[in-house]
């Protein structure tokens, strides 16, 4: 079979961290990652997995930070070497029938029992057995070594994370499902919006999914968002923000959308009010920053793209009694009482989330896709993926 | 009386032929040389006027002599009086004039008289309207500093506060419903006097008080889309409802017994020093000195950063000279000086043009120190130099007009925060203006935060860019398309206009909407000139 593969490799890592710092997506080209074009198949970790063949597996931002050596070490003990990423999924089981995978491994995938406490409660993101039971360390699959990932022509799934595809979901469509889910757990995480202001920072896959999910699930009153480039802007607006504008004028935006005053001579510092919720779908220093700036006191920061090692002044989260949070994967959604996944097909569907997949590559243009997928936004693209369906292999 | 200065001569229509030389386009904070078509018309401004021999003395005789229903200053003053001198601010004249300014030396005068009389209580009022306050050395400059250290410390010396609600006082309703509603101390004066520098035929007249000294509630009911597409133009005062208006609230404000002394005032069109005379010569009268001024400062410019540019530019003060001065009542003093502004300016134009083109300067009424925004060109084109016509605009319906003009995506974040927001926020959604008005107006012009920054700052209200996007209303209803040669892209396309690399290229494009084989005319503006289209 052929896959892209991870290795544990220090030098590379350092190699594609200063590659990609260079240039984005570089790392795929002097890192770690390497095309096994006869890779030894994936064994089956136990009663109840299938093998999944990939048809087509999106690149992902989280994916983009460890292609470029930027990933936090914080995940070291949460993965296990040498793993496939790829956990934007949708595949074909062997009886050919397509299937979208749920890739975070909780405890029904460990065969651990009795299952945590998130587990039991459905919300498989926060499972607390994530490196333990019969499964090799991996938060997702795509980041352990005994499940595979989707960026490969085989991969194994257990069959509590496989969800069918409907026949008129196109492969497109259908890859789309698990970022979604992700934009529907953060719009919905913040409780209900209702008549709310929320901000949403960066306009990339999490930040235009964002928006779709907020529009169908939450409606907030109006949704401001801070998008860097034409495609962008065109997207969130077809998507449902009421107001697009430049990334420097978000919080300009804010403030006139609240009215209230702002800390500066006309430049504006801070706000003295602001969104009731603002979603940071960047994730760095300057976003999270530019999100405390913006968020009225008392109201919420949702952190939607992963953020690594920042540097934030933290003065305003303890002075507005500003709530941050995470908003990672998807469950149980408490505040509308169903599955993630189950929203997130809803939503694929009938906001046409496929018609954001870009462009597709073959596995063995990985480079090429990587650059891609990391400059996306100024390329005019949206989401990349790994086109699997014509790949020709054989098995090992 | 102003009268053509020693071998002044009259405004020209030149048509270009072979031998013409090119053409100088003012182009921001430079200007470039551009070959127009054969048979094309440049317009170029008549020459300055001759000053005053003894401007001091001329303000006297005005003082002393008034015209109208209007006894002599001193006969109106006296002691234990409330006197209140209001002047015009900041946004004129253009440029900025060399020291003495008219209004120190027209106040001067008007103290000495107060003082004869033993007027103790006076205030003096910048009557700025919505525009931003003035800073101290902008009012020292406008003032002298013998008036501002003799009033400013005590604070008798002030900017006009439109957002002050206890500053403004109603006067009173005109009979088309307009809310009159102007300065309280202004108000309840004894007498008010007002100093003004007629720079265009716009000015002056009762649009001094009832705009200058006013605020938003009563400004609302002539500074809107209506009544700018009804003034053609808002430079003729008689067909110009935006006038109409003001001189029904002068009306008003007449009937309620406020009594105000007008002072009006006129320039000559001298412009620009001796450095950058050849700015205001006609092409083919450069001299060598000319030529090398041109070359020599256009090679310097573009070396130059663009702040460096900026303040090099705002740092010109313009060597104009008072051509005529009249005080008393209002509207008689305000046909005198209409009549010496027309003298000045107007150029008679024989027919329109399909496709006008104009050079855009680094300067117009409301960024004076400050930056021109792209907001501004577009007022300053489609606003100002689009109706500085009677008659008729100088382009047909339908035709086109090409700006040249770098028109960045920068604004000043102190004097012009609303103009930030509303090219951001409002022009991305619509560049309709009675749209813009029906949605967007209400929520900036009531905004707490542009208030503050108005009355604290040194900000324009946050009413002010719909101001400014109205009075291209009538252009924009006008014009079949709007081009800029040499802007930024992004900025101009968010005006709604287009961009073009040179003007050939804008001559091409215009084609598409006029035709092949158009007519072009250049106004060689400034100096300042007005068309009389017939």
Redesign the interface.
């Known amino acids: 079979m052929k896959a892209l593969k991870f290795e544990r490799s220090v030098p590379k890592i350092a190699k594609a961290r200063i590659a990609g710092a260079l240039r984005p997506g570089a790392g795929a080209s002097y890192g770690p990652l390497s095309l096994d074009e006869t890779a030894t198949e994936i064994a089956l970790p136990g009663r109840g997995w299938q093998r999944v063949r990939p048809r087509l597996a999106g690149i992902c931002g989280s994916d983009l930070a460890t292609v470029d050596g930027r990933s936090s070490r914080y995940f070291e003990p949460i993965v296990s070497f040498p793993f496939v990423p790829g956990h934007e999924v949708v595949g074909s089981l062997d009886d050919g029938s397509r299937v979208v995978v749920e890739p975070v491994l909780g405890c029904a995938t460990r065969q651990i029992s009795p299952m945590c406490r998130a587990c039991s409660a459905g919300d498989l993101g926060r499972c607390e057995q994530i490196a333990y039971g019969s499964l090799a360390p991996g938060l997702q699959s795509g980041f352990c070594c005994d499940t595979g990932g989707g960026w490969s022509t085989r991969m194994v799934a257990h069959e509590s994370q496989l969800h069918s595809v409907p026949d008129m979901m196109t492969d497109e469509a259908a890859v789309m499902v698990e970022p979604s889910a992700c934009a529907i757990h953060a719009a919905l995480s913040a409780g209900s919006l209702d008549g709310g202001v929320v901000a949403v920072i960066g306009a990339g896959t999490l930040g235009l999914l964002t928006i779709a999910a907020l529009q169908a699930f939450n409606k907030p009153a109006q949704i401001l968002v801070g998008a860097k480039h034409p495609e962008q802007r065109t997207f969130a607006t077809k998507l449902g923000a009421t107001?697009?504008?430049?990334p420097s004028?978000l919080r300009?935006?804010v403030?006139?959308a609240v009215?209230?005053?702002?800390m500066g001579?006309?430049?504006i510092e801070r706000l003295t009010g602001g969104a009731d919720v603002v979603f940071d779908c960047v994730g760095s220093s300057d976003s999270i920053q530019n999100a405390l700036t913006m968020t009225r006191p008392g109201g919420r920061i949702v952190l939607v793209g992963m953020a690594g090692r920042t540097t934030v002044d933290l003065t305003p989260l303890w002075q507005r009694e500003v709530a941050l949070v995470g908003a990672y994967a998807y469950g149980q959604e408490s505040l509308l009482n169903r599955r993630t996944f189950d929203l997130a097909f809803e939503l694929v569907g009938t906001a046409d989330l496929g018609r954001l997949v870009s462009a597709t590559y073959p596995l063995d243009r990985y480079d090429d896709a990587l650059r891609h997928a990391a400059n996306a936004g100024s390329r005019g693209a949206v989401k990349i993926a790994f086109d699997l369906r014509n790949e020709k292999d054989s098995a090992r | 009386m102003s009268k053509l200065a020693k071998g002044a001569r009259p405004g020209l229509v030149l048509e270009v032929d072979r031998s013409t030389p090119p053409t100088l386009f003012w182009h921001g904070e430079g200007y470039r040389l551009e070959k127009l078509p054969v048979g094309s018309r440049v317009i170029y401004a008549p020459e300055p006027h001759e000053p005053l021999a003894d401007p001091r003395g001329a303000i006297r005789h005005a003082l002393l002599n008034p015209l109208g229903e209007s006894q002599p200053l001193p006969s109106l003053l006296f002691s234990g009086m409330k006197l209140t001198i209001a002047f015009d601010d900041i946004s004129l004249p253009l440029p900025p004039m060399e020291s003495p300014d008219i209004r120190q030396m027209v106040i001067e005068e008007v103290l000495e008289h107060a003082a004869i009389a033993g007027v103790d209580d006076i205030e003096i009022i910048a009557a700025l309207a919505l525009h931003r306050r003035m800073t101290e050395a902008e009012l020292r400059h406008a003032v002298g500093d013998r008036v501002y250290d003799a009033f400013a410390p005590s604070g008798k010396l002030y900017n006009h506060d439109a957002e002050d609600p206890d500053g403004l006082t109603t006067v009173g309703q005109t009979r088309h419903g307009e809310d009159v509603i102007i300065n309280k101390r202004a108000a309840e004066s004894d007498l008010l006097i007002y100093v003004n520098i007629n720079l265009v035929a716009m000015d002056g007249g009762w649009k001094s008080t009832a705009t200058g000294l006013s605020g938003y509630q009563s400004l609302k009911s002539h500074h809107n889309v209506k009544t700018m597409r009804a003034s053609r133009s808002f430079m003729d005062r008689h067909k110009s409802e935006l006038h109409s208006s003001n001189w029904r609230m002068g009306d008003v404000l007449k009937n309620s017994g406020i009594k105000i002394f007008q002072i009006e005032t006129t320039l000559n069109n001298d412009a620009f020093p001796g450095s950058f005379n050849f700015l205001q010569k006609r092409e083919w009268e450069w001299t060598a000195k000319d030529r090398a001024a041109f070359i020599a400062s256009s090679k310097a410019l573009d070396r130059t950063p663009s702040r460096l540019k900026r303040n090099i530019f705002h740092s010109i003060k313009a060597p104009h000279r008072m051509t005529s001065v009249q005080a008393g009542e209002v509207e008689a003093v305000h046909e005198v000086t209409t009549e010496n502004v027309y003298k000045q300016q107007l150029v008679v134009v024989e027919g329109q043009t399909d496709i006008l083109t104009m050079g855009l300067p680094y300067i117009c009424p409301y960024n004076v120190n400050s930056i021109m925004n792209p907001i501004l060109v577009m007022c300053l084109g489609l606003g100002y130099f689009f109706n500085m016509y009677r008659n008729k605009p100088l382009v047909r319906e339908g035709g086109v007009l090409i700006m040249s003009h770098p028109t960045p995506w920068e604004f000043?974040?102190?004097?012009?925060?609303s103009y930030?927001?509303f090219f951001?926020?409002v022009l991305?959604v619509t560049t309709d203006p009675e749209i813009i008005e029906r949605d967007f107006e209400k929520?900036f012009a009531e905004?707490?935060?542009y208030k503050?920054?108005y009355r604290n700052?040194y900000?324009y209200h946050g009413v002010h860019p719909f101001y400014m996007w109205y009075w291209g209303s009538h252009a924009l209803q006008h014009l079949g398309k709007v081009i800029i040669v040499g802007g930024d892209p992004k900025s101009v396309r968010r005006l709604g206009f287009t961009p073009a690399s040179t003007l050939r290229d804008a001559l091409e494009m215009a084609t598409d909407v006029v035709g092949r084989d158009p007519s072009i005319t250049h106004v060689h503006n400034p100096p300042i000139f007005m068309a009389d289209v017939h």
Do not use: F, N, Y
């Not at chain 1, 107001?243 to 430049?246: K, L, M, P, Q, S």
């Not at chain 1, 009215?259 to 702002?262: L, N, V």
């Not at chain 2, 000043?412 to 925060?417: E, G, I, M, N, Q």
């Open positions: 107001t697009v504008v430049e004028a300009r935006a403030r006139s009215g209230c005053m702002a001579d006309g430049e | 000043h974040p102190v004097h012009h925060p930030i927001d951001e926020q991305s929520k905004d707490e935060w503050h920054l700052s900000a």
